[in-house]
């Protein structure tokens, strides 16, 4: 029986929604992800503080960086047996998966469909993704 799954992402967390045969089965992933932050100002010897929040910054978005990775990461081992994918998000996290799911070898040969949404509640979700899989291709 195919099974269908479509998954609403941003930075913070994942909702998706594996249908098989008519039912659905929900499953959430938070990412752990640290948020953007505003770093604190001071003086440090050794440079002057713009240059130590640059540096900072950096850091900070390399690590975030590495935390996404491992996040998608997740959310794709949770994809693994799905016929057909859709991802559905606001921001740049559903773009980021989708290059992450091109790399992976047995699910790049399988049809994603990337869509721009809004949030939406868990039970709106849902009928979104049966009607996604229900209209004619």
């Known amino acids: 029986m195919k099974k269908n799954t479509g998954l609403w992402i941003d930075h913070k967390d994942a909702i998706l929604v594996s249908i098989t045969g008519g039912e659905a089965v929900v499953q959430h992933v938070a990412s752990?992800?640290?948020?953007?932050?505003?770093?604190?100002?001071?003086?440090?010897?050794?440079?002057?503080?713009?240059?130590?929040?640059?540096?900072?910054?950096?850091?900070?978005?390399?690590?975030?960086?590495?935390?996404?990775?491992?996040?998608?990461?997740?959310?794709?081992?949770l994809?693994?047996?799905?016929?057909?994918?859709?991802?559905f998000g606001?921001?740049?996290?559903?773009?980021?998966?989708?290059?992450?799911?091109?790399?992976?070898?047995?699910?790049?040969?399988?049809?994603?469909?990337?869509e721009t949404c809004d949030r939406l509640t868990e039970n709106q979700f849902i009928a979104k993704v049966k009607t996604f899989f229900s209209a004619p291709k």
Request: net charge negative.
């Open 32 to 77: 752990g992800a640290e948020s953007h932050h505003k770093p604190s100002g001071g003086w440090k010897s050794g440079g002057t503080s713009v240059a130590q929040n640059v540096s900072n910054e950096h850091v900070d978005e390399e690590r975030r960086k590495h935390q996404y990775h491992a996040y998608y990461q997740e959310v794709i081992g």
């Open 90 to 114: 606001p921001g740049e996290a559903k773009i980021e998966l989708a290059k992450e799911i091109a790399k992976v070898g047995e699910l790049h040969k399988k049809e994603v469909a990337v």
């Open 79 to 87: 994809l693994g047996d799905s016929d057909r994918i859709a991802v």
